[in-house]
C-alpha cells in the first residue's frame, strides 16, 4: 500500500510558499508516494469558511514539481466541465514534462460543493447528466491528446480540429476518476487507471460495483489502481498510529492501493516525521 498527502488547507502561519515548499518536502522525505491539491477555487465547507485562502491546482501542480523530485503530482479531483479539455490536457502534460514524468490526471463530473464557487465565479457547472457527457468528452480528448492521434475531434459538447500536443508528456498520464456512483465506475472501466473511493460502509459494495463495469467492458479488474480518501492523522505524539495502521489494514483487505489523506497540522512537519517512520514503512507490504 502506498501513502499520499492530500493538501486541502492552506491557512497556515507564515508565507504560503516557503510552508508549501517545506511541506512538500518533508512528504519526500518521509517517503508519501504522491500529493493530491484539490481543484477548489474557494475552500469548501467541510475545511473551512469560503473565505479562506485556496490556490488554483494547476500552478501550484507546477509549482510542486519544481519543489520535489520523485514524488507524483495529481489533483483529487478536477471537475471536467471547469477546463475545455484541451487546455487540461496541456496543463496535465505541461507539469509531466517539467516534473519528469510525474502527473496524473484526477478528473470527476463535480459534485454539488463545486455549485456555489461555480456560480460566484462564473464557471460552467451543468446540470449532472451534462456534466458525464462532458467528462467522457474529456477522457477521450485527452487520450488522443496523449496519443500519435492528430485526427480531429467531434463529440457532442467538443470540437476540435487538430488534436495536436507538442511535447508529448513523459509519460500518458494515469488516469485517476473520482466518484462512486454506477455511471462513474462505468467510466472508470472504460478509461480509467485508478479510482478514488470514499471510505465509507458501502465500500466493499462500491469494489464488487467496479468489479461488475469491468467484467462488462471486458477489462481485468485487476489493471486498476483503487485509491481512497482517508485522513492520515497520526495524533500527536503518534498516540493514533496503532488505530491508523488497524484502518488501513483493513483498507488492503479489501483491495485498496493507495490511501490519499489529509494530515492535519501537515505544516508543523513533526506529522508527517511521525508517518514516515512509523506508518508509510509498515504499510508498504501491504
Known amino acids: 500500500m502506498r501513502l499520499g498527502l492530500a493538501v486541502a488547507d492552506y491557512t497556515w502561519p507564515g508565507g504560503m510558499g516557503d510552508t508549501l515548499r517545506e511541506v512538500a518536502a518533508a512528504a519526500e522525505d518521509a517517503g508519501f508516494a504522491a500529493i493530491a491539491v484539490m481543484d477548489h477555487l474557494w475552500q469548501i465547507p467541510v475545511v473551512g469558511q469560503p473565505e479562506q485562502e485556496m490556490l488554483e491546482a494547476y500552478a501550484t501542480l507546477g509549482f510542486l514539481a519544481a519543489c520535489t523530485s520523485r514524488i507524483e503530482l495529481l489533483t483529487l479531483v478536477t471537475a471536467a466541465v471547469y477546463r475545455a479539455p484541451a487546455l487540461l490536457a496541456k ?95 462505468r467510466l472508470v472501466a472504460k478509461y480509467g487507471d485508478a479510482c478514488n473511493l470514499f471510505v465509507g460502509p458501502d465500500l466493499e459494495r462500491k469494489l464488487d460495483t467496479l468489479r461488475r463495469q469491468c467484467d462488462k467492458v471486458g477489462r481485468d479488474y485487476d489493471e486498476i489502481t483503487k485509491t481512497v480518501l482517508y485522513p492520515l492523522d497520526p495524533g500527536a505524539d503518534g498516540r493514533n498510529i496503532r488505530r491508523l495502521l488497524a484502518d488501513l489494514t483493513w483498507l488492503a483487505g479489501l483491495g485498496i492501493d493507495t490511501v490519499h489523506g489529509p494530515v492535519p497540522a501537515a505544516h508543523e512537519i513533526t506529522p508527517l516525521e511521525l508517518l514516515g517512520r512509523h506508518v508509510i514503512p509498515a504499510v508498504a507490504g501491504l
Open 91 to 185: 496543463a496535465l502534460t505541461t507539469v509531466d514534462v517539467l516534473s519528469g514524468g510525474r502527473a496524473w490526471l484526477g478528473v470527476g463530473v463535480g459534485s454539488p460543493i463545486n455549485a456555489a464557487e461555480a456560480a460566484g465565479l462564473g464557471l460552467p457547472f451543468p446540470e449532472l447528466g451534462e456534466r458525464f457527457e462532458r467528462l467522457q468528452e474529456t477522457l477521450e480528448i485527452c487520450r488522443r491528446m496523449w496519443s500519435d492521434d492528430e485526427e480531429p475531434y467531434n463529440g457532442k459538447h467538443y470540437t476540435l480540429g487538430r488534436t495536436l500536443n507538442s511535447p508529448q508528456p513523459v509519460r500518458r498520464p494515469p488516469i485517476l476518476i473520482g466518484g462512486s456512483g454506477e455511471r462513474t465506475l
